[in-house]
């Protein structure tokens, strides 16, 4: 199913049932008291927050929904059923804005549940008037209207740490060998063309397409991705270490990073040289030392293709993971 972090829809709550004009009926008479009923509640719009990254993608093609109206009353003192809740699954870390009052709200968490148009309440039968001085009321009041409106979500992925850098940094294929996901991987530039997560031992990573020159005024990928940038905590900014000019490439993405702002550079941001399998080690210690000293950040290593660099640097990951809980 295609990745979908940007959607519009319509929804609208239940009206509430009508109450009812109702009698006893008995032996002796064919209208007794007043018996009527209240009408039941429309149901409400709800969004449920859930572990589907993909579940956007359901409102492409489906755009308006509406719950339930109430059920009218009944006679005998019968209350009308409740109508049933729409309810809307949205990613966690989804922001819902609804069009017309502006109003925003955010799931953070799995099964989290927030109520956005209340359903219209029922109507009162005319049991409900019956007085010292009105012992048989003809009154009775409709159900009220439901609400609605248009609803914009939009999502922005909570991750631990984000993996980002230049195109074919090796992004998809770090998170594949640390959390057996299913990214994927290519020599070509734009192989992750959306967002990938993976679990690393309870921590979420999350691959972040890469970012070219341009991409904070939407060259590339751009603010698609870079806004995914926002919600995760560490930064894990990749580098190749094939590139003639290793803080050359760092910077070009830094600058894009920086001039998206959103706080995104006052992250902690730790420099991964990635590929290390593909120069010897004097340079590959050349460089570290070069990234270090001109861009203040630590600086790792890392090799898919070396199961013992790679066990290593899956250790020191952890720890920083551990030292931020």
Not at 162 to 169: D, F, S
Not at 202 to 225: C, T, V
Request: aromatic share 6%.
């Amino acid at each position: 199913m295609a990745f979908v972090d940007e959607v519009r829809i319509h929804a609208e709550s239940g009206k509430g049932g009508d109450g009812v004009i109702r009698w006893l009926r008995t032996k002796e008479s064919a209208r007794g008291g007043p018996s009527g009923g209240d009408g039941g509640r429309g149901g409400d719009v709800i969004l449920v927050g859930v572990r589907d990254l993909a579940a956007l993608a359901h409102y492409r093609y489906e755009k308006k929904f509406h719950a339930e109206d109430g059920e009218a009353g009944k006679g005998e003192l019968k209350h009308g059923s409740n109508g049933a809740p729409t309810l809307l699954p949205v990613p966690v870390g989804t922001f819902a804005r609804v069009v017309e009052t502006g109003e925003e709200y955010e799931i953070t968490k799995e099964g989290e549940e927030i109520v956005l148009f209340r359903g219209g309440r029922g109507g009162l039968g005319n049991a409900r008037f019956k007085s010292s001085t009105n012992q048989n009321p003809f009154q009775q009041t409709l159900g009220k209207p439901g609400k609605g409106g248009d609803i914009e979500f939009t999502l922005k992925i909570i991750a631990d740490a984000g993996l980002i850098g230049l195109p074919n940094a090796g992004k998809s294929s770090l998170l594949n060998a640390l959390t057996r996901s299913k990214s994927k991987v290519g020599s070509y530039p734009f192989t992750t063309l959306e967002p990938n997560l993976g679990d690393f031992y309870g921590y979420i990573l999350a691959d972040i397409p890469g970012l070219i020159e341009g991409a904070s005024s939407g060259r590339g990928l751009g603010i698609k991705f870079l806004k995914h940038v926002e919600r995760t905590g560490i930064l894990l900014h990749l580098v190749s270490a094939d590139q003639d000019d290793p803080l050359a490439a760092y910077r070009e993405v830094y600058k894009e990073i920086d001039q998206f702002g959103h706080g995104l550079t006052e992250k902690r941001e730790i420099i991964i040289l990635s590929k290390i399998d593909l120069v010897s080690a004097e340079e590959c210690e050349t460089k570290m030392k070069l990234l270090a000293k001109e861009t203040g950040r630590e600086v790792l290593s890392v090799s898919v293709e070396d199961p013992k660099v790679l066990k290593e640097f899956s250790d020191k990951l952890s720890k920083i993971f551990a030292e931020r809980t």
